[in-house]
């Protein structure tokens, strides 16, 4: 099993910056992607970005040259550098990794951008 827990979420102004980390912890060895995927609201959640231990990153359209995605293949560990926010980049956003095939889900953290 994988325990995947997140921190750095809060309120925002429009145009501020936010920065998201993520630690997995328990069966670490082989988890080969982790990223952030974001919930808004009466929405489906949805891939904010991603990021193999090999280095290849994917980005949602809407938040490419905004957000940078990084990780640690060592510690497992994920974190999103989220710049100029806007309303829209509300959401409860989580946290994921995949290892072997299976996806784990961390519990998420809320995203609040508003004036």
């Known amino acids: 099993q994988v325990q995947l827990v997140e921190s750095g979420g809060g309120l925002v102004q429009p145009g501020g910056s936010l920065r998201l980390s993520c630690a997995a912890s328990?069966?670490?060895?082989?988890?080969?992607?982790m990223g952030w995927y974001r919930q808004a609201p009466g929405k489906q959640r949805e891939l904010v970005a991603r990021i193999n231990f090999g280095g290849i990153t994917n980005y949602e359209d809407s938040v490419k040259g905004r957000f940078t995605i990084s990780g640690d293949s060592a510690k497992r560990t994920v974190s999103l550098a989220m710049n100029s926010l806007k309303a829209e980049d509300t959401a409860v956003y989580f946290c994921?990794?995949?290892?072997?095939?299976?996806?784990?889900w961390g519990k998420g953290t809320l995203v609040t951008v508003s004036s």
């Open positions: 328990g069966s670490i060895f082989r988890i080969n992607a």
């Open positions: 994921q990794a995949r290892r072997l095939g299976v996806d784990y």
